[in-house]
């Protein structure tokens, strides 16, 4: 079989993959994995396992971007797919060492780092997440879904100052008009929150509530921030608006509480904390939620 037929026949095998016909997928790509051709045989179990995946088979899928792999030990488009198929079906760590090699193949390529910190994430490892992202800004300085994820983790180690300086340069951004200027304006009052610049935290989060008054977080974090500027009252009726609006979310009951604690009120601090807990399986907010009961005792 010439190579032109089969050239011809890889063609045919991408067009088909990309308007969804599977069926004619696998008939191209096994042409190519029968035709005894060493130069096309990787490419027939790369598109044979693109169909497969597509169409939910996964277990298959990896078993041909395993043997295709086998044949071409550096077949960057087998390993990025695998690992999207790995970690379909739990196998992370295996995922993970696939981007991990992509990135030994291509260390200057910003989609393989990409997966990577999304494995990362899911992981739980924000410092690890935060460590690629400092390499992507090393290559792409103004990489804004980067400096989007690292301030994020910044904010989650509670490293609250630079994570400030990272939505600072989100907010200073020509994209941040597309952005989800929200989150954003609420995640920066949080972290000044946290770092007691009460009145830049009142800034940013009132920001985020002209954009929408019914947003609970950016309400309830308003609300706490103004509990630390004389204005207890207005502060407390935020944090209950926020609750209003949606009363399983965790955090503003704790907010509640300690609210309620600085005005003596510890009955009302106990149930807010209980309500807090049931709100909190995973234990998100264990630390807070323990330093606020030694408070009650």
Aim: negative net charge; aromatic residues 10%; contains cysteine.
């Amino acid at each position: 079989m010439n190579n032109s037929h089969l050239e011809e026949r890889l063609k045919y095998a991408k067009e088909q993959l990309q308007i969804g016909n599977y069926g004619r997928v696998e008939r191209a790509a096994n042409e190519l994995i029968n035709s005894n051709d060493a130069e096309f045989l990787k490419d027939g179990l790369f598109y044979k396992g693109m169909s497969l995946s597509f169409q939910g088979n996964t277990t298959e899928a990896i078993d041909y971007f395993n043997q295709a792999i086998e044949v071409d030990p550096n077949f960057e488009f087998a390993y990025y797919y695998r690992l999207d198929n790995l970690f379909r079906v739990g196998q992370i760590d295996e995922a993970r060492a696939d981007a991990k090699k992509l990135i030994s193949l291509d260390d200057q390529n910003v989609l393989y780092y990409e997966k990577l910190a999304a494995i990362d994430m899911e992981m739980g490892d924000n410092e690890s997440a935060e460590a690629i992202a400092n390499k992507v800004l090393e290559i792409e300085p103004e990489n804004i879904a980067f400096i989007a994820l690292r301030a994020d983790m910044r904010s989650k180690q509670k490293k609250y100052a630079a994570a400030i300086e990272d939505y600072l340069k989100l907010q200073a951004s020509e994209e941040f008009e597309h952005m989800d200027q929200i989150s954003t304006y609420t995640s920066t009052g949080f972290a000044y929150l946290q770092t007691k610049d009460y009145e830049s935290a009142k800034i940013q989060l009132e920001k985020a509530k002209a954009l929408n008054s019914n947003h609970p977080l950016a309400l309830a974090y308003l609300g706490y921030t103004l509990t630390h500027l004389d204005q207890m009252d207005d502060g407390v009726e935020l944090i209950n608006d926020a609750i209003d609006i949606n009363p399983d979310i965790s955090y503003p009951y704790l907010l509640l509480a300690k609210a309620a604690i600085v005005l003596e009120e510890m009955e009302d601090a106990k149930e807010c904390i209980e309500l807090a807990q049931e709100r909190d399986p995973e234990g998100e907010y264990k630390e807070e939620i323990d330093e606020l009961l030694k408070k009650l005792e």
